[in-house]
């Protein structure tokens, strides 16, 4: 099937604006990762989804960052008053338990936030 | 808390040559796993090449190998036969194995750029 689609693909907005960005899961995984790949920074956790538990939130930086999966399918990311360095790609990932446990994570194309 | 080093920002090959990337990590886990990934300029992360860290075999995926060295906490990256297709930002990740709960969050290197000269 369908692999792992975000949207928008990119996105531009001015600092201390809302932004929402979305993740849509391979059908039937039930797990769903967010993470930010930031320039010189490398890859961050920052969310974690599985099944009907309740989300490890972790590695949300600041509490103007917010995410919901409705269902266990799709998933919003919510940036609020976003600041320049929140500026990055925003990457999107799902897994499927398998029969090893071994948690393969598939990754979605990613959302370019630029906040200017 | 677990970390992964890439010591090479940049690495670059001549086509139908042999490079190998460094990976370095640290955790106190035994169970875990190791993984390599491709980000062209897509942005699309592709998954390379998994390692266990209970098989002492290393992983082979076609033009890809690794060399684990569990003792020395080193996992590095072969590509042999280069192609221009390879160019991209590799990055090395782990993650903890069952033991450690429901969250399978990878935990990544800053990556390594690989320029393949024709």
């Known amino acids: 099937g369908a692999g792992v689609s975000q949207s928008p693909s990119n996105k531009v907005t001015e600092k201390g604006k809302d932004v929402e960005l979305r993740c849509d899961p391979i059908s039937g995984h039930t797990a769903l990762y967010w993470y930010r790949q930031s320039l010189g920074q490398g890859l961050e956790f920052l969310i974690y989804f599985q099944g009907n538990s309740a989300p490890d939130k972790s590695g949300l930086p600041s509490d103007r960052f917010s995410a919901e999966r409705t269902g266990g399918s799709v998933s919003t990311l919510t940036i609020q008053r976003t600041q320049q360095e929140d500026s990055a790609v925003y990457l999107c990932?799902?897994?499927?338990?398998?029969?090893?446990?071994?948690?393969?994570?598939?990754f979605g194309p990613g959302t370019r936030l630029t906040v200017t | 808390a677990q970390t992964v080093t890439q010591s090479q920002p940049e690495m670059s090959v001549q086509e139908a040559e042999t490079v190998t990337l460094s990976c370095t990590y640290d955790?106190?886990?035994?169970?875990?796993?190791l993984f390599w990934y491709k980000q062209p300029p897509s942005r699309q992360m592709i998954l390379v090449i998994r390692?266990?860290?209970?098989k002492q075999q290393n992983a082979t995926e076609n033009r890809f190998s690794v060399n684990f060295q569990k003792a020395a906490k080193s996992f590095s990256l072969k590509i042999s036969d280069s192609q221009l297709g390879d160019a991209a930002m590799y990055f090395c990740a782990y993650r903890s194995g069952l033991n450690a709960g429901n969250n399978r969050k990878l935990i990544w290197g800053l990556g390594t750029s690989l320029a393949v000269n024709p």
């Open positions: 390692q266990e860290a209970y």
């Open positions: 990932a799902s897994s499927l338990r398998d029969s090893l446990g071994s948690y393969e994570q598939y």
């Open positions: 955790t106190s886990e035994s169970d875990y796993y």
